[in-house]
């Protein structure tokens, strides 16, 4: 080659090296790289790119580099069932939650396997499903004398069903069969199972009712949560159950003491279990027949923590509550696993 010719390759080599630099300086730019860094810092040398692999911007690849990190973490973070704004106390203490509620009732011919019921739910359809709750009554009570209680779970985003005995004498036995056949109607033939999730249920009742819904744990592990009120069972031991159970005693109860009832209830719940004893203050084996802001506060953060398996309600579990004017006594398994 002559040496103009010589002259001409190296004027187009040294312009096409100025272009490159020229563009690897406006990419750093837009990419937040220092202008003076140059592309080559960052990739393989050129032998060992494919040519497509060197047309890709550098911002491009970077881009494409940060979402492939963050999007899982942002899908873990994710959290399906999770209902209703950022829980307070003042909240979770006030007389009825974030969702209006409406109620159905059901006569005894509507009812297949228990007495007469009312269903309580959240009045939207545009959340999702809810999880749902069914609740007995106890020793000679209908479900009145939970109603307070069934709504006010209902308005912080679930389905409940409260119901009749199909005698007001049942035991316990007969009423954990009850309240799973309750949560049966409820996901499967009531107007309402389409906003039921079936996979999320729980089951809640007071004295005999109580006794019940430890049973009905013991008998279906399936079930997410379980809140027995001042519980009475003839049967004092339940390493069979795998749900996790909040036990609600009062230190003033005479009907089913806590130191024959509720104690050895939750002491004979494996450790492996997540579980709780919250004893009241002065309170009486009724405590759960009238509107109480402790049995609410702490039956709902323990519904939508093991049903929604909603970690924003820890805080109120975890660490334990201390002992106050309304709670002597407070066992866990904290920290929640």
Not at 189 to 211: E, F, K, T, W, Y
Not at 288 to 304: C, D, E, F, H, Q
């Amino acid at each position: 080659m002559g040496g103009n010719g010589v002259r001409v390759v190296t004027r187009i080599l040294v312009r096409d090296r100025m272009r490159r630099s020229r563009g690897a300086g406006r990419r750093a730019a837009t990419s937040g790289w220092p202008a003076s860094t140059s592309w080559s810092s960052f990739t393989r040398s050129p032998r060992s790119r494919s040519p497509r692999s060197r047309r890709i911007p550098g911002s491009i690849l970077l881009a494409a580099s940060l979402v492939a990190v963050t999007t899982p973490l942002a899908s873990a973070q994710t959290n399906p069932y999770q209902r209703g704004p950022d829980p307070t106390l003042a909240l979770l203490d006030a007389t009825s939650g974030p969702f209006q509620v409406t109620s159905l009732e059901l006569s005894d011919s509507q009812t297949p396997g228990f007495g007469a019921a009312t269903i309580y739910r959240p009045t939207t359809t545009s959340a999702g499903t809810f999880g749902g709750v069914a609740m007995s009554p106890g020793f000679t009570a209908t479900r009145s004398s939970i109603a307070w209680l069934a709504r006010r779970v209902a308005s912080h985003g679930f389905v409940v069903i409260a119901i009749n005995t199909n005698s007001i004498f049942d035991q316990p036995s007969s009423r954990a069969t009850q309240l799973l056949s309750a949560l049966d109607y409820l996901t499967r033939s009531s107007s309402v199972r389409s906003l039921v999730d079936p996979n999320r249920l729980a089951v809640m009742g007071h004295s005999m009712g109580g006794g019940g819904s430890l049973e009905a744990t013991a008998r279906r592990t399936s079930l997410k949560a379980s809140v027995p009120l001042t519980p009475w069972h003839t049967d004092k031991t339940w390493p069979e159950v795998r749900t996790p159970t909040m036990i609600i005693g009062a230190d003033g109860d005479t009907i089913a003491p806590v130191v024959t009832h509720s104690e050895p209830f939750y002491q004979s719940i494996p450790t492996t279990t997540e579980k709780a004893y919250l004893e009241l203050r002065g309170a009486t084996h009724f405590a759960p027949n009238t509107t109480n802001t402790t049995i609410g506060r702490y039956s709902v953060a323990w519904l939508k923590r093991w049903v929604d398996l909603d970690r924003r309600y820890d805080q109120f579990l975890c660490p334990p509550p201390a002992s106050s004017p309304t709670i002597s006594e407070y066992r866990h398994t904290c920290p929640h696993g």
